[in-house]
């Protein structure tokens, strides 16, 4: 037999044993399969060397190793201050009809209102706000100053934003 595969053998001898250890140990379930994975990652060139008499304790020195460098990891990281992304931390907002109508009315009320506006302001608005053009250029293609934009885009704004309109 190959010495890779009497590591392996003596390792998954022991996984069930591992198992057992970490499961009673992390407070996490998920987290006991990775630290079986980090003793195989820091034991295996060991073993491969073969100079590991008692396989078994090894693995189980290694074992704690990883409990504690996972311990001052959890403290360093003040990992019990953080908090899981449940959906119930999240909600999602589901598409309704009733909000796709909410939607459809507003577009239309913002069009309505740039429909409104003096052509200069929506053509300013329009320029900076679709098109994503700056206000020095803006200023320069219209022939007019950087503040005549501000006060354009400032009197666009708040006809958009008027609940009376």
Same mark, same amino acid.
Not at 72 to 86: G, K, P, V
């Given at each position: 037999m190959a010495t890779g595969s009497i590591i392996a053998s003596g390792f998954e001898r022991q996984m069930?044993?591992?198992r057992a250890f970490f499961g009673r140990r992390l407070r996490n379930p998920v987290d006991v399969d990775d630290a079986v994975q980090d003793v195989w990652l820091r034991s295996h060139r060991h073993l491969a060397s073969g100079e590991i008499d008692n396989i078994p304790a090894y693995l189980?020195? $290694?074992a704690q190793s990883v409990l504690t460098d996972r311990a001052r990891r959890a403290a360093t990281r003040q990992e019990a201050r953080h908090e899981t992304l449940e959906d119930f931390h999240h909600p999602v907002e589901w598409? $309704?009809?009733e909000r796709v109508l909410m939607g459809e009315e507003a577009?239309? #009320?913002i069009i309505a209102r740039l429909g409104d506006m003096p052509e200069r302001t929506r053509d300013i608005f329009v320029l900076h706000r679709f098109e994503n053009i700056g206000y020095g250029e803006i200023? *320069? #293609?219209m022939n007019i100053s950087v503040s005549a934009v501000e006060k354009h885009m *400032?009197?666009?704004l708040r006809l958009l934003m008027d609940e009376r309109a």
């Amino acid at each position: 037999m190959a010495t890779g595969s009497i590591i392996a053998s003596g390792f998954e001898r022991q996984m069930a044993a591992l198992r057992a250890f970490f499961g009673r140990r992390l407070r996490n379930p998920v987290d006991v399969d990775d630290a079986v994975q980090d003793v195989w990652l820091r034991s295996h060139r060991h073993l491969a060397s073969g100079e590991i008499d008692n396989i078994p304790a090894y693995l189980f020195q $290694t074992a704690q190793s990883v409990l504690t460098d996972r311990a001052r990891r959890a403290a360093t990281r003040q990992e019990a201050r953080h908090e899981t992304l449940e959906d119930f931390h999240h909600p999602v907002e589901w598409i $309704t009809p009733e909000r796709v109508l909410m939607g459809e009315e507003a577009v239309e #009320r913002i069009i309505a209102r740039l429909g409104d506006m003096p052509e200069r302001t929506r053509d300013i608005f329009v320029l900076h706000r679709f098109e994503n053009i700056g206000y020095g250029e803006i200023a *320069m #293609r219209m022939n007019i100053s950087v503040s005549a934009v501000e006060k354009h885009m *400032m009197k666009a704004l708040r006809l958009l934003m008027d609940e009376r309109a």
